[in-house]
């Protein structure tokens, strides 16, 4: 066959179009010369293509001869068309046609017809013709599943050198239709990497091919890929309340082949904001806390080594410090010649001491304070009193940790006026007085440095 280059198509078809400015067209009444040659197409004067169809004929020598009448028939399952007139060529020297009106995989009718100044040869024989079908796509695709959050799809390079790039579709069980996901340039590119996908979640991927002259392929086959899953949750939580000024968690080691480690979360309410306070690759950790009695909710996830965190928002503990120990209740408060005695009962068995908090007031603006620790007794004596004034106290619980409690109940005691105030010598020792003899407990006794001498009680 001769003339079939890529260039000589080119220069044909370039020829072609630039004669399509105001061709002659077949007459109405046509005046038919016998003597015109016929168009006969050369042994492969056709060569089909999926969008395109090509055609060659011997060269015309008949100078009366001033080009070339083309008529065409679209072949279709639904409704044949007639063979019409479709294209002029003006030149009687050229002996090539490109057709580039086609549909892939489709059956087209041809014929051809030569024209002078005044009259029309005879039709050439019906060329009946099939373009080539739709280009296949790979002829294989693998996926690569079990990603984290991403799949990879891996395939062989295309055997056509016309092929430009690949068209990557994906989609998922719930989507209707195949969505153009990407597309990747070269034909010798052969994997795609899809990012920021769903946990656990099932994707289907196929491919396209698509020409240098935009000739879309048929699909590949379909690959599915299903991504990696969440690493499983921890299970028991479980906090202490316990504790003096911290707070220990703990929960059952995690049983994930790729862990890495644990996320510890804290929060000051249930539905707050929580804040990663520790990563850890033990099930334990104590949270040090400054306050008594506070309490916090955590919850804790698992890592693997993809980067991949459990979900931790369901299940969710709280943890406390231990709580300050009841205080004491007041039983009585009175005053005693020239002492004041007050009383109280343990209400918290965690009780090891107690705290006496003494204030007293003389005049509007005279007051001094005064603690006495480590009271092992449930009263208390106080001889070190003035006439003339208030004095306040209250009493606190001491447990075995040192933690203080609440005060009690405040109780007051007014000392009556004096006129005259006997002060002991200054080298008499403190006195020792049993206050409560039908009591079982030893009872502690503090007495002032000096005795009062109250005339008026």
């Not at 077949?26 to 969008?51: H, R, W, Y």
Request: proline share 4%; aromatic share 10%; charged share 25%.
């Amino acid at each position: 066959m001769k003339l079939w280059t890529l260039s000589t198509l080119c220069a044909a078809s370039l020829l072609i179009l630039s004669g399509c400015v105001s061709s002659p067209k077949p007459a109405e009444e046509v005046k038919v010369d016998n003597t015109l040659p016929i168009i006969s197409l050369t042994q492969n004067g056709v060569i089909v293509d999926m969008k395109t169809i090509a055609f060659e004929w011997s060269s015309i020598k008949d100078p009366r001869v001033e080009g070339i009448y083309v008529y065409k028939q679209v072949l279709s399952n639904e409704k044949d068309s007639s063979l019409d007139y479709y294209h002029t060529i003006k030149n009687r020297f050229t002996t090539h046609y490109l057709d580039q009106n086609v549909d892939p995989d489709s059956k087209y009718n041809y014929a051809f017809k030569t024209f002078s100044k005044d009259s029309e040869g005879l039709e050439s024989r019906l060329y009946s013709v099939n373009s080539l079908p739709v280009l296949s796509s790979v002829t294989w695709i693998h996926s690569i599943t079990g990603m984290p959050r991403s799949s990879k799809i891996i395939w062989r390079p295309h055997s056509n050198n016309r092929v430009e790039s690949y068209i990557i579709e994906r989609k998922t069980l719930e989507d209707e239709k195949w969505n153009e996901l990407a597309t990747v340039k070269g034909r010798l590119n052969a994997e795609y990497i899809d990012e920021n996908l769903n946990d656990n979640y099932v994707y289907m991927y196929r491919i396209r091919v698509l020409t240098y002259d935009d000739i879309l392929s048929t699909p590949s086959q379909i690959v599915k890929v299903v991504t990696k899953p969440l690493p499983k949750s921890i299970l028991n939580i479980r906090t202490t309340r316990n504790l003096p000024k911290k707070i220990k968690i703990d929960w059952n080691a995690s049983t994930q082949k790729d862990f890495s480690l644990y996320y510890l979360y804290k929060s000051d309410s249930i539905d707050g904001s929580y804040e990663l306070i520790a990563t850890l690759h033990n099930n334990t950790f104590i949270d040090e806390i400054d306050e008594d009695g506070k309490s916090y909710f955590y919850r804790v996830s698992v890592v693997d080594k993809d980067g991949l965190e459990s979900e931790h928002e369901k299940l969710t503990i709280q943890g406390m410090s231990l709580p300050k120990p009841s205080a004491p209740a007041m039983i009585e408060a009175k005053l005693v010649k020239s002492s004041i005695e007050i009383v109280w009962s343990k209400v918290d068995q965690r009780t090891v001491s107690y705290n006496v908090v003494k204030t007293q007031k003389k005049g509007w603006f005279d007051e001094t304070s005064e603690e006495f620790k480590g009271i092992k007794s449930k009263q208390f004596i106080d001889k070190n009193i003035e006439a003339d004034s208030t004095y306040s106290y209250v009493v606190y619980s001491v447990d075995t940790n040192g933690i203080k409690s609440q005060p009690s109940i405040k109780v007051k005691v007014e000392t009556p006026e004096s006129s005259e105030i006997e002060s002991a010598p200054a080298s008499e020792e403190k006195e020792t007085v049993n206050v409560s003899p039908n009591s079982d407990e030893t009872q502690e006794i503090l007495s002032p440095v000096e005795d009062l001498n109250l005339n008026e009680i």
